[in-house]
C-alpha cells in the first residue's frame, strides 16, 4: 500500500485547506484511515480517523468542529477538510492506513500500518 499525501500550503488564519491522502496497491476497505500531526520537537499526534466500513469518524478536541475527514471510494482517497486554521495547527500532517477497522485504534499511532510521506501546514498569524 503507497499513500500520497497532498494539499498543505501556507495560509493565514482563519483560512481553509483541504488534504488528500490517495491510496494505492492494496487498499483495505474495511480498515481505518487516519490523520496525524507533528510540529518541531513535539510528537506526532492524533487529528482524525475514520473506520471505513461506516464511516465512523472521530476527532482530536482541538480540531473537532473545524476539521472533517471524508472519503472517496471510487478514488480510493481519504480527505482533511481543515476550516478556521489557527497558527498552532502548522505542523506536518501525514495520512496512515491500517487494515483492522477497529474504533479504539483510530487515536493510536503504533496501530497504522501504512504511512504517507507528509504534507507541510504553515498557518501564519
Known amino acids: 500500500v503507497q499513500l500520497q499525501a497532498s494539499g498543505g500550503g501556507l495560509v493565514q488564519a482563519g483560512a481553509s485547506l483541504r488534504l488528500a491522502c490517495a491510496a494505492s496497491g492494496r487498499t483495505f476497505s474495511g480498515g481505518n484511515m487516519g490523520w496525524f500531526r507533528q510540529s518541531p520537537g513535539k510528537e506526532r499526534e492524533f487529528v482524525a480517523g475514520?473506520?471505513?466500513?461506516?464511516?465512523?469518524?472521530i476527532y482530536a478536541n482541538s480540531v473537532k468542529d473545524r476539521f472533517t475527514i471524508s472519503r472517496d471510494y471510487a478514488k480510493s482517497t481519504v480527505f482533511l477538510q481543515m476550516n478556521s486554521l489557527k497558527p498552532e495547527d502548522t505542523a506536518v500532517y501525514y495520512c496512515a492506513t491500517s487494515p483492522r477497522g477497529i474504533l479504539s485504534s483510530l487515536r493510536v499511532p503504533s496501530e497504522y500500518t501504512y504511512w504517507g510521506q507528509g504534507t507541510l501546514v504553515t498557518v501564519s498569524s
Open positions: 475514520m473506520r471505513l466500513s461506516g464511516g465512523h469518524a
